[in-house]
C-alpha cells in the first residue's frame, strides 16, 4: 500500500514532465510532412508503357484495378500478315479498396506504375476514390527521379553484358 495521494502526486510530476518537455507534433497542415521520396501515396501510371498485359490487375489482392482494351491491327514492314496488338481503353485504382501493398508495381514489367509520395486526395464521396487513366497519368509529375546508382554497388546485370566481348570476338587488339 502506498502513502495517500502518492498517485496523484505520480500523475502530476507526469504532467509536468509532458508539459516541459518539446512537442512533437507536427502542424499539419502548415507544415507539411517531411516524408522520404519512397513513400506509397498515391499510385501513377505511365499509359505509354501499358502493354496491357493484365499482370498487376490479376496479382492485385484487391481486384481494385479495372482494366479494359480492344485489339489493334499494326502493319508489320516485310510481314505477310499484321500483327495484333493491345489498346488501352480504360485503366483505373480504386483506392477507396486498394491496400497501398505495392505488388501492382513490383510486378509490372514495362515500368508503367510508380510510387509517387503524393497523399492529399481525400475525398468527402469514397466513389470519388477512384481514379481513371487521365488522373492516374497526372500523378507521374510528382513521381520523385530514382535514386542515384550506389558507385560502390556491383553494376547491373544488363551493364556487365554490354562490356562482355561478343561471342567470336577476337580477344584485344593486339
Ligand atoms: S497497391 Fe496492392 S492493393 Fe493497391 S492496386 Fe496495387 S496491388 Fe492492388
Ligand atoms: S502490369 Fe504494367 S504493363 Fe501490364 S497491364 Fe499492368 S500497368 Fe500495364
Given amino acids: 500500500m502506498g502513502l495517500p495521494g502518492e498517485g496523484v502526486l505520480q500523475g502530476l510530476a507526469v504532467t ?12 499539419y497542415p502548415d507544415v507539411p510532412p517531411d516524408l522520404p521520396p519512397r513513400s506509397r501515396g498515391v ?10 498485359c493484365m499482370l498487376c ?3 492485385c ?3 481494385c484495378i479495372y482494366i479494359e482494351s480492344h485489339k489493334e491491327e499494326v502493319a508489320v514492314p516485310g510481314a505477310a500478315r499484321p500483327r495484333q496488338q493491345n489498346a488501352l481503353d480504360r485503366f483505373a485504382i480504386d483506392f477507396s479498396l486498394c491496400m497501398y501493398c505495392g505488388i501492382c508495381i513490383e510486378v509490372c514489367p514495362f515500368d508503367a506504375l510508380f510510387w509517387s509520395p503524393e497523399f492529399e486526395y481525400a475525398e468527402y464521396d469514397l466513389r470519388d476514390l ?14 520523385p527521379p530514382p535514386p542515384a546508382h550506389d558507385p560502390r554497388g556491383e553494376p547491373a546485370k544488363e551493364e556487365a553484358a554490354a562490356r562482355r566481348p561478343a561471342p567470336g570476338a577476337a580477344g584485344g587488339g593486339a
Avoid: F, K, S
Avoid at 509536468?16 to 502542424?27: I, L, S, V, Y
Avoid at 499510385?43 to 496491357?52: H, K, P, Q, Y
Avoid at 497519368?137 to 510528382?142: Q, S
Fill in 130 to 143: 477512384l481514379h481513371e487513366q487521365g488522373r492516374l497519368g497526372e500523378w507521374m509529375a510528382t513521381v
Fill in 61 to 63: 489482392p484487391d481486384w
Fill in 16 to 27: 509536468a514532465r509532458t508539459m516541459t518537455r518539446r512537442a512533437d507534433t507536427r502542424q
Fill in 57 to 59: 490487375a490479376r496479382e
Fill in 43 to 52: 499510385i501513377a501510371l505511365r499509359e505509354e508503357n501499358c502493354t496491357v
